[in-house]
């Protein structure tokens, strides 16, 4: 886990959450923005934010092609929130840029607008039960394939895994919880 050079996608949303709870783990962060600075990380994070706007973002920098290249590569890569979004082969009843890369249907904002939004506590396969905030969340409605689904909020899917990729529909980082973040740091030796 110490000393992972862990790159996150910095265009817009909450990388910089993302980067303090890397550091707590003993990860080192790095800020991403082209496709050199890609090259560079042992693994991505994609944080929340506005999905069609960093999907535009990464479209505008050239990075779509080079993270699917990785990704193929096996790095492991990680979406909070928009970044699950992102990483869909289909998101419900939208037409947006993504990276199409998990075997997953997402629906966007399907827990309600912004005043909606909730803290909770999540039973997740594999680790002990950890704090979620869902913020204009999406949630999972299929996966096929080799996705597999670890965690659910009442009946909705909210986290998913396909072997080097993982999605959750929520902020781990705006909690102190490091639970999703060590287990993220553990897919890659």
């Known amino acids: 886990m110490a000393g992972k050079r862990v790159g996150v996608l ?4 909450a990388f910089i959450e993302h980067e303090t709870a890397l550091l707590r783990c003993g990860a080192i962060p790095i800020q991403v923005r082209t496709s050199q600075e890609l090259e560079e990380i042992e693994a991505l994070i994609i944080p929340g934010g506005e999905s069609t706007t960093i999907g535009k973002l990464m479209h505008r920098f050239g990075l779509l092609d080079p993270i699917r290249s990785r990704a193929a590569e096996g790095m492991p890569i990680w979406g909070t929130c928009a970044g699950m979004i992102l990483l869909a082969k289909e998101i419900v009843e939208t037409e947006q840029v993504s990276l199409s890369l998990m075997n997953m249907a997402v629906r966007r904002n399907a827990f309600g607008r ?10 997740i396969e594999g680790l002990p039960p950890s704090r979620a905030v869902f913020i204009r969340a999406p949630y999972v409605e299929r996966v096929w394939g080799e996705a597999r689904i670890l965690s659910y909020y009442r009946d ?3 986290m998913v895994r396909e072997n080097n990729l993982l999605a959750t529909a929520f902020h781990p980082e705006l909690t102190e919880d490091l639970n999703i973040h060590r287990y993220f740091l553990a897919m890659f030796n």
């Open 10 to 13: 910095a265009l817009q949303g």
């Open 114 to 123: 912004q005043i909606e939004s909730f803290e909770t506590v999540l039973q």
């Open 156 to 158: 909705k899917a909210v």
